[in-house]
């Protein structure tokens, strides 16, 4: 996976196209905050909507896996979560969107956490209420960490966009007194579904697991279903030191290899260990 703003994609086709050379077990994650000049100004220092629509154009040219990431910022740009929405499904590339609520890291001189914060069920509240694809049974709390992951999977068949998670009970996936994956009868199918949640299972893989798994859900044919037919939706709430919750980041399944390859908690790489901070807790530690 690919972290990206497009720049060097818009620029480049001959780049994009060794990108291309990666796949399948390849995507790439391309900030889309937003079609509007200033809200873009504001979250990113700069007007990066051509270079977006040129970085997509190249990306559809090669059907290059594609996840459309938004930073939102209440009041800012959450009134574009269904328009983004609408865009990212009639693109061939695209495999998704990922909505970020913003957290106090990096690039936010123009974030007042007290009141510009969105939570992940407002998030989730604004994509039922601004598109017309989901009911309130297609995004669900991914098993591993239900408080910041929501998740929902659309088929794309003959233009029409049929969401998949409707058709799965989520009571199914969890067990709410141990908030862990329910073993029961259907072991199998219980171990597709826990695949096809994984956060690491890209949306090529997805596409083969729930082939397999349509077999049980015999509201829905998709004989056809391949990687271009599977869309994803996911929700990710990250945590800095305002929003702090230890429960939260000891479930954490989004994980990241640090300078001296000890695996530690996404969340807590902006807290604890970007830039100095680590030697700074270090020397707080030692002190007291």
């Known amino acids: 996976m690919v972290n990206t703003n497009g ?3 818009a620029k480049d086709f001959e780049f994009a196209k060794r990108l291309k050379n990666y796949s399948p077990d390849f995507e790439i994650y391309l900030q889309f905050d937003s079609f509007k000049e200033e809200n873009l100004v504001s979250l990113r220092g700069a007007n990066l909507k051509k270079i977006r629509e040129k970085a997509i154009e190249h990306l559809n040219q090669l059907n290059l896996s594609t996840t459309l990431v938004v930073t939102l910022q209440k009041g800012l740009n959450d009134s574009e979560i269904g328009e983004i929405v609408d865009y990212a499904l009639k693109q061939k590339c695209v495999r998704g969107v990922t909505f970020q609520p913003i957290q106090v ?6 974030f007042n956490h ?5 939570t992940l069920t407002e998030v989730r509240r604004k994509i039922l209420e601004q598109t017309n694809i989901f009911n309130q049974d297609d995004l669900i709390p991914v098993p591993c960490n239900p408080d910041s992951l929501v998740m929902g999977y659309v088929l794309k068949l003959d233009g029409k966009n049929i969401p998949l998670t409707r058709y ?3 009571s199914d996936l969890l067990d709410n007194s141990k908030n862990t994956i329910v073993y ?3 072991e199998t199918l219980h171990q597709k579904m826990f695949e096809i949640f994984s956060t690491g299972t890209s949306t090529d893989k997805a596409s083969s697991k729930l082939h397999s798994l349509l077999c049980c859900l ?3 044919e998709a004989p056809n279903l391949s990687y ?3 869309f994803r939706i996911i929700i990710m709430q990250f945590i800095d030191a305002y929003n702090f919750d230890v429960r939260a980041i000891k479930k954490s399944c989004v994980h990241i290899v640090n300078k001296d390859n000890k695996i530690i908690p996404f969340e807590t790489m902006n807290i604890f260990y970007r830039d100095d901070k680590k030697e700074y807790l270090e020397k707080l530690i030692t002190k007291h």
């Open 184 to 186: 029961e009868q259907d």
């Open 218 to 220: 015999p509201s829905v």
């Open 7 to 9: 720049i060097e994609i």
């Open 105 to 110: 890291a990096g690039r936010t001189e123009n």
């Open 228 to 230: 271009d037919n599977l």
């Open 168 to 170: 799965i009970n989520p």
């Open 114 to 118: 007290e009141n510009e914060r969105i």
